[in-house]
């Protein structure tokens, strides 16, 4: 991944509901007084996808036991290295970076 220096900076702010969106044609604002506040509908798929974001939530992002159960060859002198594997996954990777820059 390259990285820039092209990126705006965002500054935070905010925004009254009468300025929001202010000159975007089409776009829909509550008119003063009337009491109609903007409404945000997820799809099922949006809901889907947070129930998913919090159960994983709890997960941990590594697995220590194996960690500690790696460490522990390596250091009884057990723990073997299988090139050929290391080889190929090393290459799957290379051909999906470069299948990624294609598209």
Same mark, same amino acid.
């Given at each position: 991944?390259?990285?820039?220096?092209?990126?705006?900076?965002?500054?935070?702010?905010?925004?009254?509901?009468?300025?929001?969106?202010?000159?975007?044609?089409g776009a829909s604002q509550?008119?003063?007084?009337?009491?109609? =506040?903007?409404?945000?509908?997820?799809?099922?798929?949006?809901?889907?996808?947070?129930?998913?974001?919090?159960?994983?939530?709890?997960?941990?992002?590594?697995?220590?036991?194996?960690?500690?159960?790696?460490?522990?060859?390596?250091?009884?002198?057990?723990?073997?290295?299988?090139?050929?594997?290391?080889?190929?996954?090393?290459? =799957?990777?290379?051909?999906?970076l470069i299948q990624s820059?294609?598209?």
């Open positions: 991944m390259k990285i820039d220096g092209n990126l705006r900076s965002i500054q935070s702010g905010s925004v009254s509901e009468g300025q929001a969106r202010a000159g975007k044609p509550p008119q003063p007084g009337s009491g109609s =506040e903007p409404r945000v509908e997820l799809s099922p798929l949006g809901s889907q996808l947070a129930g998913i974001e919090a159960s994983l939530a709890g997960v941990p992002v590594v697995d220590a036991q194996r960690v500690e159960e790696i460490k522990q060859a390596i250091s009884d002198g057990h723990f073997k290295v299988n090139a050929d594997v290391i080889a190929d996954r090393l290459l =799957e990777t290379v051909r999906e820059q294609k598209r």
